[in-house]
C-alpha cells in the first residue's frame, strides 16, 4: 500500500500540504526576514517549474495547468481502475496525496515543522470501535474550538492519512481542536454503519470535549466527498436526537443524491480522480441494496433539512458531484439555513488538499478557515 507507507513515512509532509505556500505573519529578525524572503522567492520558482507534460484531457478542457500535472502524476502510476477492483485492491492504489507529495520531491518543495501535536484515541461504537486522530495546536492552552472531521473515499476507501493535511491544515489556520475519524469502511461495514460511527464520534467529542483542551460550546463539522454527506448527517442527528447541534458545517464536494444523470455526472462522467463508474462502484459496495441510495442519509436533498446550523459549501467544477453541492446549498436555503457557497473553477474533485501545488486548493482552504473562525467568534 503504497499510499499508506509514503504517509506513515513523511507525516509532517503530508499534514504540512495544508500550508505549504501559507506564511506565519510573525515578527522576525532581519536576518530571519530575509532567509524568509529567499525562501519564498525559491518556493514559488520550484512550484512554477510543475507544469504539465502534454494537453489538456478531453474530459476536462478547462483544467488548470498545476490541477492538471496532479492529475498526470496520478494517472502515471498505471493502478487499475477502482471500478475494476475488490475494495482491498482499491485501498492500495495510488492516491491524489502520493501524487502531490512526488510533484514536490521531484521538484524539492520544502515544509515547514508541523504546528500541532497529535495523538491517537480509540473509542467504542456500536459493535466495535474506531479510531480518532485528534489534532492540538502547539501553541496557547485552550480551550480551543473543536472541528471533527470526516474523510472521504466513498465510504470505501482511504483512511486518516490520505486527509491528514485537511485535517492538520484546519488545526492550524483556524487554531482548533481538530478530531478526525476513522469510521468503519464497506463492504465491511455496510450502510448505516458509517454514518452511525460518525455520530457516534460527534456524541464523545460532546461529552469529552474538556479532555482534549476543546469547548464543547464551539464544535464544527468538516467533511469532503463522502465526509461531506457524513458531516450533514450528523448535525441532522444531533438536532433529532436532541443533544448540541454544532455552530457550522462546511461541507467540501458533498455526496447529496443518487441521480447519476445530472449536468455534472454527464459532463464529467470519465473525469479524474472520480467519475461516474467510481461512484457506481462506492454506492454499491456501501448500500445493502440499490435502492438504500435513496434513503435520505445518502440522498441529502430529500432530507429534512430545516434547523441545521449555518453551511459553507466548496465544490470542484471538473467534479462528476458538482451538481450535487449546488444542489444541496438550494435545498438548505430554502429551508431556511444560512448557506456560504464556492464553485472553483479548472479544478477537479480532491483538490481541496492540495495547497501545496495547487493555488485554488490554498483558496478554498482559507476561505474555509475563515468561515470557521467566524462562525466560533459568535
Request: glycine content about 8%; overall charge neutral; charged content about 20%.
Amino acid at each position: 500500500m503504497k499510499s499508506l507507507l509514503l504517509n506513515l513515512k513523511y507525516p509532517a509532509l503530508a499534514g504540512a500540504l495544508f500550508l505549504a505556500s501559507c506564511g506565519n505573519g510573525s515578527k522576525t529578525s532581519s536576518t530571519d526576514s530575509t532567509t524568509s524572503i529567499t525562501d519564498t522567492v525559491t518556493t514559488t520558482e520550484k512550484l512554477a517549474a510543475i507544469k504539465p507534460a502534454g494537453p489538456a484531457p478531453e474530459w476536462g478542457k478547462t483544467i488548470h495547468p498545476e490541477m492538471q500535472a496532479v492529475i498526470e502524476k496520478l494517472v502515471s502510476y498505471g493502478d487499475k481502475p477502482v471500478e475494476s477492483l475488490s475494495a482491498t485492491d482499491a485501498r492500495k492504489n495510488h492516491t491524489p496525496t502520493d501524487a502531490v507529495m512526488d510533484l514536490m520531491k521531484e521538484n524539492n518543495i520544502t515544509l515547514p515543522a508541523p504546528g500541532v501535536d497529535t495523538v491517537g484515541k480509540e473509542i467504542p461504537v456500536t459493535g466495535g470501535n474506531i479510531h480518532l486522530r485528534i489534532y492540538t495546536p502547539k501553541t496557547g492552552n485552550g480551550p480551543f474550538p473543536v472541528i471533527v472531521y470526516y474523510h472521504g473515499g466513498g465510504f470505501v476507501i482511504a483512511n486518516l492519512d490520505v486527509y491528514n493535511a485537511s485535517a492538520q491544515g484546519l488545526a492550524e489556520q483556524v487554531g482548533a481542536v481538530v478530531v478526525s475519524v476513522a469510521y468503519r469502511l464497506a463492504p465491511e461495514h455496510k450502510f448505516p454503519i458509517a454514518h452511525n460511527d460518525s455520530f457516534a464520534a460527534y456524541e464523545w467529542v460532546v461529552k469529552n470535549a474538556a479532555s482534549i483542551k476543546g469547548d464543547a460550546k464551539k464544535i464544527a463539522l468538516v467533511g469532503e466527498s463522502a465526509g461531506g454527506n457524513l458531516a450533514a448527517n450528523v448535525s441532522i442527528m444531533a438536532r433529532d436526537k436532541k443533544i448540541t447541534v454544532p455552530v457550522h458545517e462546511v461541507l467540501v464536494y458533498p455526496i447529496a443524491q443518487a441521480d447519476m444523470m445530472t449536468k455534472s455526472y454527464v459532463a464529467y462522467e470519465k473525469a479524474h480522480p472520480l467519475n461516474k463508474a467510481m461512484m457506481t462502484w462506492f454506492t454499491k459496495n456501501y448500500v445493502n441494496t440499490m435502492a438504500e441510495a435513496a434513503d435520505p442519509r445518502i440522498s441529502l436533498v430529500n432530507a429534512n433539512l430545516k434547523g441545521l446550523p449555518s453551511t459553507t459549501i466548496i465544490t470542484a467544477e471538473i467534479d462528476p458531484l458538482n451538481a450535487d453541492g449546488l444542489m444541496l446549498a438550494d435545498k438548505l436555503k430554502a429551508a431556511g439555513v444560512t448557506v456560504d457557497s464556492k464553485n472553483y473553477e479548472g479544478v477537479t474533485h480532491e483538490f481541496f488538499g492540495m495547497a501545496a501545488i495547487v493555488p485554488e486548493a490554498k483558496n478554498a482552504q482559507g476561505y474555509a478557515a475563515e468561515q470557521l473562525k467566524k462562525a466560533f467568534s459568535k
